[in-house]
């Protein structure tokens, strides 16, 4: 399979070293990348993979184009390289907020797989949700799946929940930053070394994370380590009480209808 990315980006550079790691040869993959001192960068990264300047080159003889520039050039992109590509190549675009009719239109004819990963795609830990176009069929899709697996898990969505999935898990890590910024910041105000209270927070939140990833219930990990009457149960009453629930709930909300909004005018 002959892939093209185009963008060398922090998430076209991720999805090039994926592939590499998953088996891919690295002189199936074609990166386009307009920056030339990005370029060199890229060459010392993923050593093998061509490297090239344009979009149309890229795409020439791929079976699979994926689109990584910024939504605002998704389109712009996909257009100057329309005529390069075959009739049958599968586009992808991981942009957020790119709709599949923006897709279908850039890129007339061709099935479309549009898709929503977020930043752990950097380490090979996305979750990534995808949606397929009108020409899209069944086997398109299981490709689009092969190729996005090397950045982490990939579920499938209807593409009006795709909003969602970006409130929900696209902008999701920066959920989690936050509240590792605030978790540091309050172990310094309690009187710990800042050192120590990094380390602490970092390592807690990877625990925690390693134990919702064994697919238990976070209710009832949460329960196992909430005794009554105890220091925890004191703690989560305090979340309770400010509503925290619904905090996230409205913080999701609110990601969720920029995503709308950014798919209804990409320049925004």
């Given at each position: 399979m002959?892939?093209?990315?185009?963008?060398?980006?922090?998430?076209?550079?991720?999805?090039?070293?994926?592939?590499?790691?998953?088996?891919f040869?690295?002189?199936?993959?074609t990166?386009?990348e307009?920056?030339?001192?990005?370029?060199?960068?890229?060459?010392?990264?993923?050593?093998?993979?061509?490297?090239v300047?344009?979009a149309?080159s890229?795409?020439?003889?791929?079976e699979?184009v994926?689109?990584?520039?910024?939504?605002?050039?998704?389109?712009?992109t996909?257009?100057?390289?329309?005529?390069?590509?075959?009739?049958d190549?599968?586009?992808?675009?991981?942009?957020?907020?790119?709709?599949i009719?923006?897709l279908?239109?850039?890129a007339?004819g061709r099935p479309?797989?549009?898709?929503?990963?977020?930043t752990?795609?950097?380490?090979?830990?996305?979750?990534?949700?995808?949606s397929?176009?009108?020409?899209?069929?069944?086997?398109h899709?299981?490709?689009a799946e092969?190729?996005?697996?090397?950045?982490?898990?990939?579920?499938?969505?209807p593409?009006?929940?795709?909003?969602?999935v970006?409130?929900?898990s696209?902008?999701?890590?920066?959920?989690?930053f936050?509240?590792?910024?605030a978790?540091?910041?309050?172990?310094?105000?309690?009187?710990?070394?800042?050192?120590?209270?990094?380390?602490?927070v970092?390592q807690?939140l990877?625990?925690?994370?390693?134990?919702?990833?064994a697919?238990?219930d976070?209710?009832?990990?949460?329960?196992q380590?909430?005794?009554?009457g105890?220091?925890?149960?004191?703690?989560?009453?305090?979340?309770?009480?400010?509503?925290?629930?619904?905090?996230?709930?409205?913080?999701?909300?609110?990601?969720e209808a920029?995503s709308?909004?950014?798919?209804?005018d990409?320049?925004?």
């Amino acid at each position: 399979m002959q892939l093209a990315v185009l963008g060398g980006g922090r998430m076209g550079e991720a999805l090039a070293a994926g592939l590499l790691d998953a088996g891919f040869a690295a002189d199936t993959i074609t990166v386009a990348e307009i920056s030339a001192p990005r370029r060199a960068e890229l060459a010392d990264l993923i050593s093998g993979v061509r490297i090239v300047a344009d979009a149309a080159s890229a795409v020439a003889g791929a079976e699979v184009v994926v689109a990584a520039v910024k939504p605002k050039l998704v389109a712009e992109t996909l257009t100057g390289a329309a005529d390069s590509l075959g009739p049958d190549t599968l586009v992808i675009s991981i942009a957020a907020g790119v709709r599949i009719a923006t897709l279908e239109a850039a890129a007339p004819g061709r099935p479309v797989v549009r898709a929503m990963p977020n930043t752990p795609a950097l380490i090979g830990l996305a979750a990534t949700a995808i949606s397929g176009g009108s020409h899209a069929t069944e086997e398109h899709l299981g490709r689009a799946e092969t190729v996005l697996r090397a950045l982490g898990l990939v579920v499938r969505v209807p593409e009006d929940q795709l909003d969602a999935v970006t409130g929900l898990s696209g902008s999701g890590p920066a959920y989690v930053f936050l509240l590792a910024e605030a978790m540091i910041a309050a172990g310094v105000r309690a009187g710990l070394p800042a050192d120590v209270a990094d380390a602490l927070v970092r390592q807690t939140l990877l625990g925690a994370s390693t134990l919702l990833s064994a697919g238990e219930d976070p209710a009832r990990l949460r329960a196992q380590v909430t005794s009554p009457g105890g220091v925890t149960e004191a703690a989560i009453a305090v979340l309770t009480e400010k509503d925290f629930a619904a905090l996230i709930a409205e913080t999701i909300a609110v990601a969720e209808a920029r995503s709308a909004e950014m798919g209804s005018d990409p320049a925004s």
